[in-house]
């Protein structure tokens, strides 16, 4: 019976494991919010935010077990994830219990490892298999906190500061984990750097050695020694606010470095004071342990137990303040950062919904005519051959057709006669979605036509009959239009008076105005006129950018900070210079600068002083142009309509090329083939091209630089 019954199940094994090899089940059929490590548990929290992709802000907590007394240790835990509510991130304190490893730990489970029980152990890389093995409980250290927030794609963690090289690390090689840790993997801790009680300088070599980014945050690369902002040593470079540090950790994710960065945030300036009392401290106890022999592995603790008693526990409320800044700002960091990653989802979704407020346009219709000249005659001896279309056009109504085909609620305010090419232009408007009951049919007037000699796509000359425009009056537009739009862009084909009176409607509303040159001598007139210092943006090709200045730009020099291609060095000072003229009211106030076949320029400076310069490529594709006459217009539209949904600007950009590069290819002034979707999916097409934006400078920037590099 015994043999039958062994039989019968090593049969009964077998049968089981050979139908289990035959099905594919389906992930987290048995365990809800199960990871992709059997010993990982993420709570419903973290699993919702990482799969929305929203901002997630890994925690540590050795800090809860090991750190803090009672009961600051578990105050300190729900603060800072208040914190990160507060700036809408999801917070994920990570630690071990009984053997699992929780991914944003709850209310219960922080009190559970914060009711002071020193058995609890301190988990960093090494120690993380014996833990899980033997079911224990304890407190990740930084370098266990980073390796499990990469294992489940989370990118920013923040704490009070990193371990180093410790005292007299030369004889001992007592150095931290968290060093080594920060080489081999690819998570940003913000910290306050490291406490003065270790050795700054070795750590900071140790650091360089690894391969590691260290960047102090704010306008000073001075390394920050936790209690104080000046420890005498210096970062490899700094960044200025929150955006700035997630472009640097996505150009570290984009180069694959595999390597973490430190954003060491200094003290702030309330608790400075306290901090140097305690930095005072601090030396009175190095001294004390030199004194009485105290080195090796005894010299930490003896050293945190002497300056706590020194400073009669100030340091734990000055060391508390520390780690809700550094969250507060690693908040920020991962909300910014999320942002950019943002841009790897579809741009379009194949819905028509549009929650966005809508983009106003104000500017021209035309009816061109095309002729494409296929051969050459002489002139009055024979007609040449080609071919002869009929399109709709105009620089405003061309952007706002490319709105429209990107998703995008736009309006167009502008006119057409009551005539027959009036009529088809409506019919056309209408049937490529726009919305067209803010153009105006006019009595007794013709509707604007251009004639257009084209060979090999570029526009040879033509003859215009635009009369018409100055029928594009004010009243026209009503301050509510301008009240609800994200954007006003207007062309220069409308009246300057027109065009004035929607700039004073636009600075009493607060709206970013854009200005679309249309033709270099429209444009001179515009600028002559002053209405630049009226505007946010301003969309000049190589040519009209030329004619805003009558001091020519060899007069100047770039500062060497710059990194401009030297035949890009003429155009990007002509850019400064009409930053320098431009709107001061608004938020920021940019340049866009089309350069042909070269590719596209964008320079942005803000309010608080901070320029960015990025060049783009040409779209990487060769393609047959068949007319350039509208390229220009769908870079426009599409650059806008990824603005407007919250796009980073390389997006924008990378948008805009698209569209027009999909323009260029048709007879029409906006292809057809922009549509919700398709550019997304030529983006994607595109991704292993390594077409990216170039940084040719990101910095503070103050125009008073350029009247000292005057020649």
Known sequence: TLLYTIKFEAWFRSMINMVTRKIRWPPNIFQKNISRHIYTFLSDEVSQALQKKAPVLALESTIITHGLPIPYNFEMAKNVQQICHNEKVTPATIGVINGKVKIGL?????????????????????????????????????????????????????????????????????????????????????????????????????????????????????????????????????????????????????????????????????????????????????????????????????????????????????????????????????????????????????????????????????????????????????????????????????????????????????????????????????????????????????????????????????????????????????????????????????????????????????????????APKKFQKFVESGLLGMASMVTPNISELSLIFTEPSECFKLPSSFHVPEDLKEVVINMLRCLQIMCTKTKYRAVLTTLGEQGVLYCQLSSDGLLELLYLPRAPRDISVVSSSGAGDSFLGGFFAALNKGQCLETCLKIGSVCAWESLQVFETVSPEIKMGHVSNVLDRWKHLQWESQILFRGKFDFSDIDMVKD
Request: with cysteine; aromatic share 4%; charged share 20%.
């Open 106 to 518: 709850s209310d219960e489970e922080l009190a559970y490892i914060s009711n002071g029980d020193r058995n609890y152990v301190k988990i960093s890389r090494r120690d993380l298999a014996p833990t899980i093995q033997k079911l224990l409980t304890g407190g990740t250290t930084v370098s266990g906190t980073m390796l499990l927030a990469h294992q489940h794609n989370i990118d920013v963690f923040a704490t009070g500061g990193i371990g180093g090289v410790h005292r007299g690390g030369q004889d001992t090689l007592d150095i931290s984990a968290d060093l080594t840790e920060l080489g081999r993997t690819p998570v940003t801790v913000v910290c306050a750097g490291v406490k003065s009680i270790l050795d700054i300088p070795r750590t900071l070599e140790v650091l360089e050695t690894q391969g590691v980014t260290v960047a102090t945050f704010g306008k000073t690369r001075e390394f920050p020694a936790f209690f104080t902002a000046n420890s005498g040593y210096f970062s490899h470079t700094n960044v200025c606010d929150a955006k700035e540090a997630a472009e640097l950790i996505l150009t570290n994710k984009k180069l694959k470095l595999n390597s973490g960065i430190i954003i060491a945030v200094p003290i702030p300036n309330e608790y400075a004071t306290d901090g140097l009392e305690i930095e005072s401290a601090i030396s009175i106890a190095l001294q004390e342990a030199e004194q009485q022999n105290v080195n090796g592995h005894a010299i930490t603790p003896f050293l945190l137990g002497r300056v706590s008693e020194l400073t009669d526990g100030r340091s734990l409320q000055t060391n508390l303040a520390l780690v809700n800044n550094n969250v507060l700002v690693g908040s920020k960091i991962a909300s910014e950062l999320a942002n950019l990653l943002h841009k790897d989802k579809p741009m379009f979704s194949d819905k028509n919904e549009v929650t966005e407020k809508k983009i106003l346009v104000v500017g021209a219709i035309n009816v061109d005519i095309v002729c494409a000249k296929l051969s050459e005659v002489s002139a009055g001896k024979d007609l040449a051959d080609g071919s002869i279309n009929h399109v709709v056009g105009g620089v405003g109504r061309n952007v706002a057709e490319c709105l429209t085909r990107c998703g995008t609620s736009s309006s167009l305010i502008s006119i057409v006669g009551n005539d027959k090419l009036g009529k088809m232009a409506l019919e056309l408007c209408g049937n490529s979605g726009m919305v067209t009951n803010q153009i105006e049919v006019i009595e007794g007037v013709s509707t604007p036509v251009a004639q257009l000699l084209v060979k090999s796509g570029n526009v040879l000359g033509g003859v215009c009959d635009f009369s018409s425009h100055s029928n594009i009056i004010e009243d026209l537009i009503s301050d509510s239009d301008i009240q609800d739009s994200s954007y006003v862009i207007i062309d220069c084909d409308i009246p300057l008076s027109t065009a004035l009176s929607v700039a004073q409607k636009c600075l009493e509303s607060n709206v970013p105005l854009v200005i679309e040159p249309t």
